[in-house]
């Protein structure tokens, strides 16, 4: 799993946007279960789903100034 490219999540609708912030914290949820109950994870991928939640809501923040 790469790190997402930013300009790539631009072009995504809201719906979209909601959809993908919603299922990314549900795999980082699943992670850290993962984690806590010692089952084999990779690292990396914590910081990997961390920084695309936090380009897509950035992104959500910015359509939603832009309308108003």
């Known amino acids: ?31 850290r279960l993962q984690k806590a109950t010692r089952q084999s994870f990779k690292p990396h991928n914590f910081k990997h789903l961390k920084r695309k939640i936090a380009q897509l809501m950035t992104l959500q923040t910015q359509k939603e100034q832009n309308k108003n």
Request: aromatic share 6%; charged share 30%.
């Open 1 to 31: 799993m790469a790190l997402s490219n930013f300009q790539g999540l631009k072009e995504l609708d809201d719906s979209t946007i909601q959809d993908t912030i919603i299922e990314s914290k549900k795999e980082l949820f699943n992670l």
